[in-house]
């Protein structure tokens, strides 16, 4: 038989017993501890805080598969190959930022995968996030059935970590997509494809004058240009183009901002 001091606390240990939570000892006069919380497993998971990212959109009187925009246009597209050590992504997004750069970010599903905190860090720089292949095959050399599933699972792992399936999709290891592989993105859910007129070759790893070079020479009002995360060259050779495109009077917007304006 239980015994308790006096009545109060028997009272509040018997309804701590009722909870299955009793711990005082007899004659202590300590109060039971309160119930535990229920175990995580339990409990519901939090909805995501922030809204869903933005998704692809149709642009009128633009061609399935775009290259650029309008050639009498002041702003240009930078445009990165989301890849590569995450260190060297977020010194390029933080070059851009300090010059008041915003830039398109075609990502690799593998990458989200091992670096999903990328995702959200791309979106809060105020950049726009796109679908690069789940594994940077050679898209347009695959059979439809892997060509597909290239471009679906890597819209999955931006949906799950944004809300949406990207603002863009380019493909794999090609600057121009094969007729089925324009195809089967719309099929997925991009109304178009996104290629680009500038090559900044970065990828081969030149120097960073050299990568300067590459895109200042042939650059024009409206272009789009291939850049590359996970490269040196790029973080060196990024603040002195910004400043010769700023001297030119071009400004560096999201490509869904040079085709709307």
């Given at each position: 038989m239980l015994c308790y ?5 028997a009272?509040r ?5 009722a909870?299955?939570a009793?711990t005082a000892a007899?004659g ?8 535990a919380a229920?175990?995580?497993a339990t409990r519901r998971?939090?909805?995501p805080a922030?809204?869903p990212a933005?998704?692809?959109r149709r642009f ?10 309008a ?13 590569g050590?995450p ?7 933080a070059?851009a ?8 970010v075609?990502?690799i599903?593998a ?6 905190e ?10 726009e996030?796109?679908n690069?292949?789940q594994?940077h ?7 439809e059935?892997?060509a ?13 970590l944004t ?12 600057q ?9 993105a719309?099929?997925?859910?991009y109304?178009?494809?996104l290629?680009?007129d500038v ?7 030149p120097?960073?004058a050299a990568?300067i070079?590459?895109v200042t020479?042939?650059i024009?009002?409206g272009s789009?240009?291939?850049l590359h995360?996970g490269?040196a060259?790029t973080?060196?050779?990024l ?9 030119r009077?071009?400004r560096a917007v999201?490509?869904t901002?040079?085709?709307t304006?």
């Amino acid at each position: 038989m239980l015994c308790y001091p006096d009545r109060r606390t028997a009272l509040r240990a018997g309804a701590a017993v009722a909870a299955g939570a009793l711990t005082a000892a007899c004659g202590t006069g300590r109060s039971a501890a309160p119930p535990a919380a229920p175990p995580p497993a339990t409990r519901r998971a939090a909805a995501p805080a922030r809204a869903p990212a933005p998704a692809p959109r149709r642009f009128a009187g633009q061609p399935v598969e775009i290259g650029h925009g309008a050639r009498d246009s002041p702003k240009v597209a930078l445009t990165f190959h989301g890849n590569g050590e995450p260190a060297i992504a977020r010194a390029v997004l933080a070059e851009a930022e300090k010059a008041g750069a915003r830039v398109t970010v075609l990502a690799i599903g593998a990458w989200l995968d091992a670096h999903p905190e990328m995702a959200r860090r791309i979106l809060d720089g105020g950049h726009e996030l796109g679908n690069h292949t789940q594994r940077h095959l050679a898209i347009n050399t695959l059979p439809e059935a892997e060509a597909y599933a290239e471009i679906t699972g890597c819209a999955d792992r931006l949906k799950r970590l944004t809300g949406s399936i990207g603002t863009w999709f380019r493909p794999s290891q090609t600057q121009y997509a094969s007729p089925l592989v324009r195809t089967l993105a719309g099929r997925a859910g991009y109304p178009h494809v996104l290629s680009y007129d500038v090559d900044s070759l970065d990828f081969t790893s030149p120097g960073a004058a050299a990568v300067i070079r590459n895109v200042t020479g042939p650059i024009l009002g409206g272009s789009v240009v291939s850049l590359h995360f996970g490269y040196a060259d790029t973080v060196d050779a990024l603040p002195p183009l910004l400043e010769d495109l700023a001297r030119r009077k071009l400004r560096a917007v999201t490509t869904t901002e040079l085709l709307t304006s």
